[in-house]
């Protein structure tokens, strides 16, 4: 079965840091661009950032550009979102996803962050 | 970054009704949108790609019509399980940008 599961959210101080972590399952995961995409309480789902397979070519949304890093273990079939000088706005749930030409084919069941003193 | 308008943010609709939802590109994205539907605590689930194509095991009623930057997502006859919200997303340029979401609710 084809699964990706997120972990590693938490409660955090603003200023302070998280990594999330996502395994992946029952498909060639080095074959894959992979993505993060969050969703904050109430609101709509907000790209976060991608991966290309080999980790050569990162992309973010410049809400985040500077403060979190993409990365990924082939070897170990795992994604991973380094999350620093977290801000309230970063509260939300955050699911990793399988890309395939540019849409997501496969969601985690999403890891809760909130940013809060 | 390109922005999405989708629209209505919400509609009221019976089991059985024939149900579109509309996403407008800011600019110019060929085909290259999908949409989404995600219940509520679960996580968003895969419908359409490239405008058009049914993602595997996603029932007919579901079909996605468009190109350029009008795009249009129909359910044909609207089951008790369609009730959720709806997100279209372009993957034509970084940043990929997602549309506001319809929810569509029970009349």
């Known amino acids: 079965e084809v699964q990706l599961v997120e972990s590693g959210g938490g409660l955090v101080q603003p200023g302070g840091s998280l990594r999330l972590s996502c395994a992946a399952s029952?498909?060639?995961?080095?074959?894959?661009?992979m993505s993060w995409v969050r969703q904050a309480p109430g609101k709509g789902l907000e790209w976060v950032a991608n991966i290309k397979q080999d980790g050569s070519e990162k992309y973010y949304v410049d809400s985040v550009k500077g403060r979190f890093t993409i990365s990924r273990d082939n070897a170990k079939n795992s994604l991973y979102l380094q999350m620093n000088s977290l801000r309230a706005e970063d509260t939300a749930v955050y699911y990793c996803?399988?890309?395939?030409?540019?849409?997501?084919?496969?969601w985690g069941q999403g890891t809760t962050v909130t940013v809060s003193s | 970054a390109i922005r999405i308008t989708q629209s209505p943010s919400s509609l009221s609709a019976s089991t059985g009704d024939r149900v579109t939802i509309t996403c407008r590109a800011s600019q110019g994205i060929s085909s290259y949108l999908a949409w989404y539907q995600q219940k509520p605590g679960k996580a968003p689930k895969l419908l359409i790609y490239a405008a058009s194509t049914l993602q595997s095991g996603v029932p007919s009623r579901f079909s996605g019509s468009g190109s350029g930057t009008d795009f249009t997502l129909t359910i044909s006859c609207l089951q008790s399980e369609d009730f959720a919200t709806y997100y279209c997303?372009?993957?034509?340029?970084?940043?990929?940008?997602f549309g506001g979401g319809t929810k569509v609710e029970i009349k």
């Open positions: 029952g498909f060639t995961f080095s074959s894959y661009w």
């Open positions: 996803a399988r890309v395939m030409s540019g849409e997501m084919d496969v």
């Open positions: 997303q372009q993957y034509y340029s970084y940043p990929l940008t």
